[in-house]
């Protein structure tokens, strides 16, 4: 009896495996799936772009809303918030961005809404879905800009010529940005101005005409110094140390630093590059423990998550000083992610001290 019933069981199993195995070619799959997906992906990657485009020209909405009241309420951290958010904006710029609100903003003032036009192509889709953009509606549409809003309109344009390698392009829309803002004396448009004049040396040195504008940067730095204008200060001094240690004119540059007086106001990033240029001058001086103490308050004053090349160009300085005045760096920064790789060199000639 016992041999039967088990001889039952293999047959009930080899039944069913038989049964599962002639079902499988039944199974349908997830073929209708497959066809399917693609086409909802699809639809979704077009969309995304013009969702993005429309967040960055609300955010571009906002910013200009917040230098609006930074003005009429004469409060300049309000400038501050706008400009923070540069970098961040500047990534999402594209020509039908920047189309879009130069022809939303500059409703009253059509000479220079045509001149910055002019430097962008006609965007590919302006109709289908597309929904216009207007900030300036009533009588907010008749009354002219104001002179910072106008500035960092025409800033947007720079940055994104620039980041677009459109550089003689790029010197035109910034060379009349600087003209109009050289004109005006408000409080509002110093922090603006900053950094107008940041990348307005960024155009002239990429396009090998940085020595010529050495005159200009003095010039507007004697103006800073008289109205008090620490942000454009702090920017216009580094620059000009920029633009003497780039042709090696380190004399100039250390009168430079002992004839001026760098801002206490001015904010980390600039107070950063100030200490690492002053550096580089001291250690050609062969002032290596002066060189050391710059650099490492520059590495302190550098931001903490970004400016990762910045950090790796100070950190490789340090290490050469530190070798010069006969002592081992710390171990330390050549095991950080982000210096890991760059500092390799430098850590086999320490290893060979």
């Keep these: 009896i016992m041999k039967e019933t088990a001889a039952k069981r293999r047959d009930k199993a080899g039944g069913r495996d038989r049964d599962s195995k002639a079902e499988k070619p039944k199974d349908p799959g997830p073929e209708p799936q497959d066809v399917e997906m693609p086409e909802e992906e699809a639809a979704n990657a077009a969309k995304q772009p013009k969702e993005l485009d429309s967040l960055t020209l609300e955010d571009i909405k906002e910013h200009v809303k917040q230098i609006e009241k930074a003005v009429s309420g004469k409060e300049p951290r309000f400038v501050l918030r706008a400009l923070r958010a540069l970098p961040s904006t500047s990534r999402r710029l594209n020509t039908n961005v920047l189309h879009k609100a130069i022809f939303g903003f500059f409703t009253n003032n059509t000479t220079t809404r045509d001149f910055l036009l002019g430097f962008l192509e006609e965007p590919m889709e302006m109709a289908d879905g597309d929904v216009q953009f207007r900030p300036r509606t009533g009588k907010a549409a008749s009354a002219p800009l104001l002179p910072e809003v106008e500035a960092y309109l025409q800033l947007l344009l720079v940055v994104h010529l620039t980041n677009n390698k459109r550089y003689t392009e790029a010197q035109k829309v910034s060379d009349d940005l600087l003209q109009k803002i050289g004109s005006k004396n408000r409080r509002a448009l110093d922090l603006v101005a900053a950094k107008c004049y940041y990348y307005h040396a960024r ?151």
């Design 203 to 353: 155009v002239y040195e990429f396009l090998n005409k940085f020595d010529t504008m050495r005159s200009f940067l003095h010039t507007r730095l004697r103006t800073a110094t008289l109205r008090h204008d620490a942000d454009g200060q702090a920017v216009l001094l580094n620059l000009l140390l920029r633009n003497y240690l780039h042709f090696n004119l380190y004399d100039q540059a250390e009168k430079l630093v002992s004839k001026s007086v760098f801002p206490e106001l001015a904010n980390n990033n600039e107070w950063a590059r100030y200490l690492y240029y002053t550096g580089r001058i001291k250690a050609i001086q062969l002032e290596y423990s002066e060189a050391r103490r710059t650099l490492t308050n520059a590495l302190r004053k550098a931001p903490q998550h970004t400016a990762v090349g910045f950090k790796q160009t100070v950190h490789k300085l340090l290490i050469v000083v530190e070798l010069l005045l006969g002592e081992i760096p710390d171990r330390l920064q050549f095991r950080q992610p982000s210096l890991k790789r760059s500092l390799m060199p430098y850590f086999l000639l320490t290893q060979g001290q």
